[in-house]
């Protein structure tokens, strides 16, 4: 199993519901790391949650302190890594990403859309959660195929099953 020195063991990506949370939380554990999410580090450095982010001070800044938070991450935490499902649309953290060994959590629509459900938590998904995320998985779906260096689906799977499957492709880089 091979690692950017003193980055992540691997780092998960993935739109909303694809689970990244769940399954990064099983592998952690399968491995014996820590698992954390980027969106948990943008939280505690603004000291409010997302959806209070978004509604105070907007998308960009948003982006920004989660663009900064992928960065510290990518240096300093040397367990498994999800990044929230828009992190991917930085430059700079696409760039980044390179040398690590990035999980792309595919999933199909249908799936996604149950998991999400109203979207609650998600503000992106407020509006009308089907066309958000419809929208925004088309647009993202190049870029996350782009930082991937290995993609696991998990259309019809159990999060078991998807992190057991993580594991193996871990274990064989
Ligand atoms: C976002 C996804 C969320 C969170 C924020 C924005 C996005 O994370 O970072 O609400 O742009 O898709 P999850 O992918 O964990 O839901």
Excluded at 20 to 32: F, M, Q, R
Excluded at 87 to 101: E, P
Excluded at 139 to 164: H, I, K
Aim: charged share 20%.
């Amino acid at each position: 199993m091979t690692a950017a020195v003193g980055g992540p063991v691997a780092v998960l990506v993935g739109p909303p519901g694809a689970g990244k949370s769940t399954v990064g939380a099983l592998v952690g554990a399968a491995l014996n790391r820590r698992f954390a999410d980027t969106d948990e580090f943008v939280e505690a450095t603004a000291g409010k949650s997302i959806p209070e982010i978004f509604f105070d001070d907007g998308e960009a800044h948003f982006r920004k302190l989660e663009a900064g938070a992928v960065a510290t991450a990518l240096e300093s935490f040397d367990g498994v890594l999800a990044l929230g499902g828009g992190a991917i649309l930085s430059d700079q953290t696409r760039a980044l990403l390179h040398g690590h060994v990035v999980v792309y959590l595919a999933i199909d629509f249908a799936d996604a859309i149950k998991r999400v459900g109203l979207g609650a938590g998600r503000p992106l998904l407020a509006m009308n959660p089907r066309a958000a995320l419809k929208h925004l998985m088309d647009q993202r779906r190049p870029l996350y195929e782009e930082v991937a260096t290995v993609t696991v689906d998990t259309s019809g799977r159990t999060p078991d099953q998807v992190a057991a499957a993580v594991v193996t492709e871990l274990r064989s880089q």
